[in-house]
């Protein structure tokens, strides 16, 4: 069985056209290309032929190939009298569907010559193309290369030594006829294919291509997802999930490729859990440590339903480590070369010595289901291809995340060792296993020899099983070709076309030229920079090797590259110049190379010169957005900021989605103070990505400078980080400082470690009507946390916690009972869940102990334990203000100012002895007994504070009227004795 778009087109089909078809779905189903492509009706399509319809019609009136198809499949599609007797084989529709075969025959063709292998058993360009063409070799390499610049798009260029280009032309050339849209309902899905295709062959996202592709997602979503859909099936859903998924994960939108995983996991009840069990990892490990280990259990392991590779039952026992089927995935069914880790210390596999039991915890922290508990780790069962894929998929969605962080490739790993240890009923799921082990064993010392070479035997492999004598026409003038080390395989060693191509688009796998690039990165990663320019070289990726060139320091070296392919030698003669001498000043070529604007772009960017970026606009025709981020992130390093925002603007009417440059623009925004256009720039940030803690930030910031009549009139847009966390910003009544602390809460709970942002929300929080008490007291604790160890008690907000501490008083004193004295009846209950218990929290736990030297702090806990009916430990809060007060050196023969903070710090000082000295002791091992008190001696320690004071101020101070302020409190305490 094939490729499930097989399955769906003969499920859209009436049962005569089906018939009538069959012979070419049979050949489309066991991958024998060659036979549709042959038929008598394709022959005409191609001028190999013609009839009636297509007499006259010549290749030489079109500038391209594909448009010479366009105009013959539109004659040959027109309509005809159809009488009530026509033969199904003669009518439109027949037609049309046999044409649309054609399409994807030659995109499965494609991609078999391109990506999985084995090599096309026939050449495509003199099956395709006219005879005077396919017999030229120059003909031949003329007309490629003007199909592969045609399908340049938003000034990225497609790879210009794409193989075989003449068959997704074609497929693409069927796919966009109208008739075909319109009249065949598996016509979407097909184009949205090859225009996935078309996106991946070139440099980077074209904005144009994704807005194509996910309008057709939309609509198929709707055709083969929904209940009420009469082509939807469980296993339909199941492969469309996984093809949007790797749609999602290749333009960077993990979260929406998480979701369709997630939705395909439900879909097919399959079972796994990252989980940790004891084991060893090293050969001389003496002591068991916990280990991650993915447990998976297809659902039909269970039910003894799994197919191998040849679509045949296997039963639950041959399932098992040791039976049959466990046998044949180790022995008899064809994979690629998985090489041995062979080191000195690491194992090849862990070692596990524990079973999981029932109570292990995963990352969600519920309890593995039962279906797992009972695996063996080290001897699981092979799974489903489709549950296959969903591990790895879910491992390369991981890793596009977070590629650099440890603990993520720590994480991902597992993923991929379960599908290579169980075993893989299909040759290119495995091979996609080994390709995500490898990158992520890039990355460790123990494996990174394993990980380059087992990359390096698959682009042996892909070489091996893409390369044919056609395919290297292109590249006659260079006669370089890549070689490998490892021997190509044998036909029984390999597997089918239709086993290869089955899953293709679920698994996204990298095309020839994307893994040699691959392997190239790699080398520069370990130092291998020669190896990795021969790759570029013979690939002819010039600003990739330039790239290469200038990450080293070596600029003069890319310059030298970039200038050739876009300028002439200095003299004119590029064949008479010294290559080595030459530094390529002469004319721009013409005309330019497919791929001139990135590389202009690539010169701007080693010489700083803003010339070569508007350069690259306009060899792009203005498409090429990349141009203007440069040009305006050049303006904004030199502070131009009405230029960058202009550059800016200029670059997202080009493509819309860009994250980077809706953030810069809406910096431009605020440096220019236009508060209103930052804010509907950062909005568009966080829609984009909702995880983006910096834009929520500046979102913030952009609030707080916007009044309720400047905010942006449209009612309908929101800003949503998720059904939990919306934002509405575009409500003209609504409060811009209510939104600003909404988008610094989801900011500060993104980066949690972020004390600017933690120090924004507290200020924003406090400044609200009513203040949000909560946050205040989440952000100072936060703030706590994390400056705490540094600043000491300057991360505490004074004036801001003296407003939270009198707020919890007065709620408190308003809903309690107040004792005579004034004093609160100590309603306070530790035990109570609310905004009085945080605060406590917050000042017993973090900020008492960092407070050293201000006397605000202290006044401000010693109102608070008075609150807490803690008179004694207000007395000494207020002992701790008076000492930081007057240990400030200099006060004694200082400015009046400073005389006048220590004499009103006493006078509080003995109005606090006063105050609480003769009050009932309520704290330590005395309190509550009768006839205890704070501090018996209370009027000898007030006396004794301002005898100190007035003592060391006499000099200076005596008849000053801070002196007789002091003379008046000692005279007050002169009675009672002590």
Not at 280 to 303: E, G, H, I, N, P
Request: charged share 25%; with cysteine; net charge negative.
């Amino acid at each position: 069985m094939g490729d499930i778009f097989i399955d769906f087109l003969r499920n859209t089909l009436p049962d005569d056209l089906v018939s009538a078809l069959s012979d070419l779905l049979q050949n489309l189903e066991n991958g024998d290309f060659e036979a549709i492509l042959q038929t008598h009706e394709v022959q005409i399509l191609l001028g190999h032929d013609n009839d009636e319809r297509t007499n006259g019609v010549s290749l030489s009136e079109f500038p391209l190939w594909s448009d010479y198809i366009f105009h013959r499949l539109g004659l040959m599609l027109a309509n005809r009298d159809e009488g009530q007797g026509t033969p199904v084989s003669h009518t439109a529709a027949y037609r049309q569907h046999h044409f649309f075969i054609v399409a994807i025959a030659s995109m499965y063709a494609f991609l078999q010559s391109n990506v999985t292998g084995p090599p096309l058993p026939f050449s495509s360009a003199k099956i395709l193309l006219p005879k005077d063409v396919s017999s030229d070799s120059s003909a031949l390499q003329i007309l490629r290369r003007d199909l592969i610049q045609s399908l340049g798009t938003d000034g990225e260029a497609a790879y210009k030594l794409t193989p075989n280009v003449e068959l997704l032309c074609l497929a693409d050339t069927i796919l966009v006829c109208p008739l075909i849209q319109k009249n065949i309902e598996a016509a979407r899905w097909a184009k949205l294919r090859i225009d996935f295709l078309h996106q991946r062959l070139l440099s980077e996202i074209a904005y144009s291509l994704q807005s194509s592709i996910y309008g057709n997602l939309e609509a198929l979503e709707y055709q083969l997802l929904s209940a009420k859909s009469r082509h939807s099936s469980p296993d339909i859903r199941v492969h469309f999930l996984l093809e949007r998924a790797a749609i999602h994960t290749h333009h960077g939108l993990d979260k929406k490729a998480r979701a369709d995983l997630d939705q395909a996991t439900a879909e097919r009840q399959f079972e796994f859990a990252l989980t940790g069990l004891l084991g060893k990892r090293t050969k001389f490990q003496l002591q068991d440590y916990s280990q991650l280990v993915v447990l998976a259990r297809s659902a039909d392991s269970a039910r003894g339903n799994v197919s191998n590779a040849h679509g045949n039952v296997i039963s639950n026992d041959e399932l098992k480590p040791g039976g049959a089927a466990h046998s044949e995935v180790e022995t008899g069914v064809p994979k690629p070369k998985n090489l041995d880790l062979n080191d000195d210390t690491l194992l090849e596999s862990i070692s596990f010595t524990e079973k999981p039991p029932s109570s292990t915890e995963i990352k969600d922290e519920s309890s593995l289901p039962s279906s797992l508990t009972s695996l063996d780790p080290a001897n699981q069962p092979m799974l489903e291809p489709l549950d296959s894929i969903i591990l790895l998929s879910l491992a390369s969605s991981i890793t596009n995340t977070s590629p650099s962080h440890g603990l993520t490739r720590e994480e991902t790993v597992p993923y991929a060792i379960r599908v290579l240890e169980g075993g893989s009923s299909n040759w290119q799921i495995y091979t996609q296993a080994l390709l995500v082990r490898s990158r992520i064993e890039g990355y460790k010392s123990r494996t990174i020899e394993r990980g380059l070479l087992q990359l390096q035997a698959l682009v042996d492999q892909v070489i091996a099983e893409t390369s044919s004598q056609e395919s290297s026409s292109q590249v006659e003038s260079d006669n370089t070709s890549a070689t490998t080390f490892l021997p190509k395989a044998k036909e029984s060693e390999s597997a089918t076309v239709s086993e290869r191509l089955r899953y293709i688009f679920q698994l996204c796998s990298p095309s020839r030229w994307e893994l040699e690039a691959e392997l190239a990165s790699r080398w520069v990663s370990l130092g291998g920079l020669r190896s990795a320019l021969e790759i570029y070289e013979r690939l002819e990726m010039w600003a990739e090797a330039a790239l290469c060139w200038a990450a080293t320091d070596r600029e003069d070296n890319a310059k030298k590259i970039v200038r050739k392919q876009l300028f002439r030698a200095t003299n004119g003669d590029d064949a008479s110049t010294d290559q080595d001498e030459e530094k390529w000043e002469g004319p721009p070529r013409d005309p330019a190379p497919g791929d001139a604007p990135r590389l202009y772009c690539i010169l701007g960017d080693i010489d700083s010169d803003p010339s070569m970026y508007e350069k690259a606009w306009q060899v792009s025709n203005q498409r090429y957005a990349r141009a203007q981020r440069s040009l305006g992130r050049h303006y904004f390093s030199l502070k131009d900021y009405e230029k960058s925002a202009a550059a800016y603007s200029t670059s997202l009417k080009i493509n819309t989605l860009n994250h980077t440059s809706w953030f810069a623009l809406g910096c431009a925004y605020l440096e220019l103070t236009q508060f209103k256009n930052a804010v509907e720039a950062f909005s568009r940030c966080v829609q984009l990505d909702d995880t983006d803690a910096e834009a929520w930030s500046n979102l913030a910031a952009a609030l707080l400078h916007l009044r309720p009549a400047q905010q942006p009139p449209s009612a309908e847009t929101r800003l949503e980080s998720d059904t939990q966390h919306p934002l509405t910003i575009h409500q003209p009544k609504q409060n811009p400082r209510l939104d600003a602390l909404k988008a610094f809460k989801r900011a500060a709970a993104l980066s949690h470690d972020s004390y600017r942002i933690h120090s924004n929300l507290l200020t924003v929080a406090a400044s609200t009507h009513p203040p949000s008490y909560t946050d205040i007291i989440a952000a100072q604790t936060r703030l706590c946390e994390l400056r705490g160890a540094t600043e000491g008690e300057k991360c505490i907000d004074e004036d801001i916690l003296d407003l939270l501490v009198r707020h919890v008083i007065a709620t408190s004193t308003e809903n309690g009972a107040v004792d005579g004295d004034g004093s609160h009846d100590g309603s306070y209950d530790p035990r109570k869940p609310g905004l009085h218990r945080m605060l406590i929290t917050l000042v017993d736990k973090h900020i008492t102990p960092l407070i050293t030297h201000s006397p605000r702090l202290w006044r401000t806990l010693a109102v608070l334990y008075l609150h807490r009916n803690r008179p004694s430990a207000a007395l000494a809060a207020h002992e701790k203000a008076w000492r930081a007060v007057t240990s400030q050196p200099g006060w004694e023969t200082g400015t009046e100012a400073q005389w006048n903070v220590v004499v009103d710090a006493t006078i509080e000082l003995a109005a606090a002895y006063e105050s609480l000295g003769p009050r009932a002791r309520t704290e330590g091992l005395a309190g509550g007994e009768e006839g205890e008190v704070v501090m018996k001696e209370w009027r000898f320690k007030a006396r004794s504070a301002v005898r100190g004071v007035m003592g060391r101020g006499k000099e200076a101070w005596e008849g000053g009227e801070g002196w007789e302020k002091l003379v008046g409190v000692l005279e007050g305490l002169k009675g009672g004795g002590r």
